[in-house]
């Protein structure tokens, strides 16, 4: 994150892969004297617990947990049953973008 600071032409907006990085983001970008999201807004991950509990809270997004372990459930009964070869399954869930602090 410092690295991407010193550019000359930085990002004005962060979205990280989890929220883990994006707290270490943020770290950053304090000891830089910038402002979130003034400066640079950042969005999480995979919405941890810790991510509303932060000075700034975190904009996350988050994944809908409960239906994708409903449907990997789902998809190992079948499996089980049907004995089915098929491997690929095209399945599209939606997550929740969780507005907070740092957007």
Same mark, same amino acid.
């Given at each position: 994150?410092k690295k991407?600071l010193s550019l000359?032409?930085?990002?004005?907006?962060l =979205? *990280?892969?989890y929220d883990?990085i994006?707290?270490?983001?943020?770290?950053?970008i304090y000891?830089?004297?910038?402002?979130?999201? &003034?400066?640079?807004?950042i969005?999480?991950n995979?919405?941890i617990?810790e991510?509303?509990?932060?000075?700034?809270? =975190? *904009?996350t997004?988050?994944?809908?947990v409960?239906?994708?372990?409903r449907?990997g459930v789902?998809?190992l009964?079948e499996k089980? &049953?049907?004995?089915?070869?098929r491997?690929?399954?095209n399945i599209?869930?939606?997550?929740?973008l969780?507005?907070?602090? *740092?957007t």
């Amino acid at each position: 994150m410092k690295k991407i600071l010193s550019l000359t032409d930085r990002p004005t907006a962060l =979205l *990280t892969g989890y929220d883990n990085i994006a707290v270490g983001a943020m770290r950053a970008i304090y000891e830089e004297h910038l402002k979130i999201p &003034e400066d640079v807004a950042i969005i999480g991950n995979d919405n941890i617990r810790e991510s509303s509990y932060l000075y700034q809270s =975190l *904009t996350t997004i988050s994944p809908p947990v409960l239906e994708m372990s409903r449907m990997g459930v789902d998809l190992l009964i079948e499996k089980i &049953e049907n004995k089915e070869n098929r491997v690929v399954h095209n399945i599209k869930l939606n997550p929740d973008l969780i507005i907070r602090e *740092t957007t």
